[in-house]
């Protein structure tokens, strides 16, 4: 059974409700889940999974400096290509629209691609993964469900 984690930041709440809807639906998807928040693991940890979503919120317009420092740290995976070919996803809080969600996401995404991750897009809702604006409501609460199943159906596919 592919292993993924939910790493994630959280201050208020919203990104963590997030993390932790993501992490059910993959796990009733198939994949055993972890959710941790950043401040508590170390980079090290990621290597033992299959796969690693991350979520932050979105603070003046880019990721939060704990997620930004954490990704910076996992240098210490880059020059053996320790995540190259596992599956990625991210996921975001954001205060409104508009307010730099989709930019937060993006720069997530880099920080796993530039890994050589396999990242997770979405035809439907969020293109780039789970946007919820302020406390997830149904609509971002549907869009976490989706998405922790099309990265657990990944990481599924890349286990084969
Ligand atoms: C320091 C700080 C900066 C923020 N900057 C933005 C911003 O640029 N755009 C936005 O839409 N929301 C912004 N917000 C709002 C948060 O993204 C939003 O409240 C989010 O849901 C917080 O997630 P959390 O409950 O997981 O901590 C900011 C909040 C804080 C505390």
Redesign the pocket.
């Known amino acids: 059974m592919p292993s993924i984690l939910v790493a994630y930041y ?7 409700k997030m993390a932790q809807r993501i992490s059910q639906a993959a796990t009733e998807a198939g994949c055993q889940v972890e959710v941790r928040k950043v401040t508590d693991i170390s980079v090290e940890s990621l290597a033992q999974y299959d796969g690693v979503i991350l979520g932050s ?5 880019v990721m939060a400096a704990e997620m930004k420092s954490f990704i910076d740290k996992s240098i210490k995976l880059f020059g053996k290509g320790e995540l190259t070919g596992k599956a990625g996803g991210v996921f975001c ?4 629209i508009g ?3 989709e930019l937060t996401m993006i720069s997530l995404l880099a920080g796993l691609m530039i890994h050589g991750m396999v990242v997770q897009g979405s035809r439907k809702g969020g293109h780039f993964g789970p946007l ?1 604006i ?2 997830p409501d149904e609509r971002a609460l549907a869009e976490c469900d989706q998405y922790g199943q099309l990265v657990a159906g990944l990481a599924l596919r890349l286990a084969r």
């Open positions: 959280s201050h208020g709440g919203n990104t963590r919120p979105c603070y003046f317009g809080s954001t205060g409104g307010g730099g969600g919820a302020g406390e």
